[in-house]
């Protein structure tokens, strides 16, 4: 492909050298360059590429894409400064694989809490639809029926439009993918065509990365601002920031609430361990799921689905049908009648809603126990209020190990246990040994009794100083219960 062809659209500052070059290939690792590729330098948190552009030129790259100033001297080379290389990255690849996010109904799904089911649900209700549909989430990322494993909520822009452009070789006609505000915020969106929109909902989340709640908000109000006028834009009208997301886009206008009127309201009639039952625009049907929050996550399924031009009826009989992404309120039932609820709850609102929703089921029948932990190199900030949260709702917690990462991880749970009180430590234990932690929380659990085990959800692993050890909290469980 013609350098010149990939460069529609691009802020570009300055040419010095051949546009007119074939080009071989596109990278932003300098590791992966090839004869006759082009490099794009891009300015990342950690690891700034320009650095690295000597390095992809020996490799045998040809064009060098940046937006700093760089050395240009070295014959026989191309450079093209551009004014932003992230927003170059996104659209050059694009265009190198073909526009694939144009051939496709594409929707993204952002907010703090809710996206990994929304985004699944939306793949497999379309599915059952009798689509070929494909799926980039934080859990994995599908085309049609075939997995690959995600190492990103939301992948580079290379990957990116490399698995989109396999969804339409097999001839995809929807994606639905998690949008993070990382993505939105480096760019690995940009060049990408959307057919739509859905906002979930903000609550602290990423502040080691965003730094204030503002740009955690600007970062995903930018998702909105940049849809086309083709698009829709569907937005929870019961979160306080839903009606913010709407305010400068293009996109058309709908919202979903479980409290007031909005173009797609539900209404919750009776709850259970197993299920809700719910009412959709004035509509009756049993859910296999658990929790308000989930509620929420139904309707912007069943919303979309009908915003994307499917029958309303027959959109409400397959969600009846849908069951619990794996990690997402998973329940294990133990030979002594208590219940273990394994969920990937990793912030202070989403474990404040699993805990809401058991209590809704056990209505004061039964006591709560939490494990749960923190992970490291994350936002410190949430993790006394996380430990706050757990104590307020349960009867007992234990404070254990997450992913702890590059950090000790007793002084994660040092850092969690500082938001508590000398009476509330009263009735908290703190274990590092997260497999001790669950089974200390199976032998205090009594018949009745619900146990909760928060975090980690469908994670097979535990990061500890950059290593990924085998561990499942749902595995650990069915161990213990003989199963």
Not at 69 to 92: F, H, L, M, Q
Not at 364 to 382: A, M, P, S
Request: hydrophobic residues 40%.
């Amino acid at each position: 492909m013609k350098l010149k062809d990939l460069l529609k659209g691009i802020d570009i500052v300055e040419i010095k050298g051949n546009e007119n070059l074939e080009i071989t290939g596109i990278q932003t690792d300098s590791r992966k360059a090839i004869a006759g590729s082009a490099f794009i330098a891009l300015k990342g948190v950690q690891v700034d590429g320009h650095q690295y552009i000597n390095n992809a030129l020996d490799l045998g790259a040809k064009v060098v894409i940046h937006q700093e100033k760089v050395d240009t001297s070295r014959e026989g080379i191309t450079y093209i400064k551009v004014k932003d290389s992230a927003d170059a990255a996104g659209k050059i690849a694009t265009l190198w694989y073909g526009d694939p996010s144009a051939k496709l109904k594409l929707v993204g799904v952002t907010g703090t809490n809710g996206k990994t089911t929304t985004a699944t649900l939306l793949y497999e209700m379309f599915r059952k639809f009798g689509n070929k549909v494909g799926l980039l989430s934080t859990v994995a990322n599908y085309i049609d029926g075939t997995v690959y494993h995600a190492t990103h909520t939301t992948p580079d822009p290379l990957s990116l439009n490399e698995m989109l452009a396999k969804m339409v070789d097999a001839g995809c006609e929807y994606a639905f993918m998690e949008v993070s505000s990382h993505a939105i915020h480096q760019k690995r969106i940009s060049g990408l065509k959307f057919d739509g929109g859905i906002f979930t909902n903000i609550t602290q989340d990423h502040l080691d990365y965003h730094k204030t709640m503002a740009e955690y908000l600007k970062a995903k109000k930018m998702f909105f601002d940049n849809l086309p006028e083709t698009a829709f834009a569907l937005t929870n009208a019961d979160d306080k920031n839903g009606a913010v997301m709407l305010q400068n886009t293009k996109a058309k206008k709908y919202t979903y609430s479980v409290k007031t009127l909005a173009d797609f309201k539900a209404k919750i009639i009776e709850k259970h361990f197993d299920g809700t039952a719910v009412e959709f625009n004035n509509k009756e049907l049993q859910v296999q799921f658990v929790g308000v929050f989930n509620v929420y996550n139904l309707l912007a399924v069943y919303g979309t689905a009908v915003l994307l031009g499917q029958d309303p009826d027959e959109a409400l009989l397959i969600l009846s049908t849908l069951k619990p992404v794996s990690g997402r309120f998973e329940t294990l039932r133990s030979p002594e009648n208590y219940t273990a609820i394994v969920d990937y709850a990793h912030t202070p609102d989403a474990l404040t809603n699993v805990l809401e929703a058991i209590h809704e089921v056990l209505e004061g029948n039964g006591r709560v126990i939490t494990v749960v932990g923190c992970g490291g190199n994350r936002d410190k900030t949430k993790r006394p209020i996380m430990a706050r949260e757990a104590v307020r709702l349960s009867d007992q917690v234990i404070l254990t190990s997450d992913n702890p990462r590059f950090e000790e991880p007793q002084a994660i749970i040092n850092d969690m246990a500082d938001g508590l009180n000398s009476q509330q430590m009263k009735k908290t234990l703190l274990i590092v040994e997260r497999e001790q932690a669950i089974k200390t929380a199976c032998t205090l659990a009594k018949e009745g009794d619900v146990i909760l085990i928060a975090g980690k959800g469908h994670e097979d692993y535990q990061d500890v100083k950059g290593v990924k050890h085998h561990f499942d909290d749902r595995e650990v469980v069915r161990n213990i219960f003989g199963e």
